[in-house]
């Protein structure tokens, strides 16, 4: 069995699917060869569940690039290649999710993620999440704001549930933007010194 980080995300989509009926999944990479020879493969010999799959025809197309699930979910496996007319992925243009997931999270450009956060819209979940997953290589800033990103922006952005705190979880907000650098808290927890992150100060950097 796979125990990878493409399990990891596979098996997370796997579950949100099945906990929300008639949710809209989906997972991506920059090009579709790559999330066909990869994630949909982890996915299809570690995770799915065949016997939670809708009958027929309904429980996987090929061509889409998607699996249906009996309860009415489908998750889609979708690369970023833009469509040769309009310049943009018009697959992922056309979904409303409800949660996604980026394998090789170091692939994508900002505009990748904006156009990404912008789809994660499906009613049908009470909560909305964009995750990542990424081997070592990338930036030690990368790989924690990735980090951020898929466990704290659902909550940490604007118009999300932690409206007191002042700091921006999401990927494509600059740094400097972010309110994570020394940024203030609503609750310094009795000491006037605590901040989101303070530079080589861990003990009065709330976050960590």
Not at 160 to 174: E, F, K
Request: aromatic share 6%; with cysteine.
């Amino acid at each position: 069995m796979g125990a990878g980080k493409s399990r990891v995300l596979t098996q997370k989509a796997w579950m949100v699917a099945r906990a929300y009926p008639g949710v809209t999944v989906g997972l991506f990479r920059k090009a579709q060869n790559s999330i066909a020879a990869t994630t949909e493969r982890t996915f299809e010999r570690d995770v799915v569940e065949r016997r939670h799959l809708a009958a027929g025809h309904l429980g996987r197309n090929k061509s889409e690039h998607w699996w249906g699930l009996a309860n009415g979910s489908r998750i889609y496996f979708l690369g970023l290649d833009p469509d040769p007319v309009t310049g943009v992925p018009s697959k992922v243009g056309s979904l409303d999710l409800g949660w996604a997931g980026v394998d090789e999270a170091v692939e994508l450009t900002q505009d990748d993620w904006i156009m990404l956060l912008g789809r994660l819209r499906d009613p049908r979940m009470p909560w909305h999440q964009l995750a990542a997953a990424t081997n070592p290589s990338g930036s030690l800033e990368l790989r924690s704001r990735s980090f951020l990103q898929a466990n704290c922006a659902q909550c940490h952005q604007p118009g999300g549930s932690a409206q007191q705190a002042s700091w921006d979880a999401r990927v494509t907000t600059p740094v400097a933007l972010a309110g994570l650098i020394n940024g203030g808290l609503s609750d310094d927890l009795s000491d006037p010194n605590n901040r989101v992150i303070v530079p080589q100060s861990p003990a009065h950097s709330v976050l960590l």
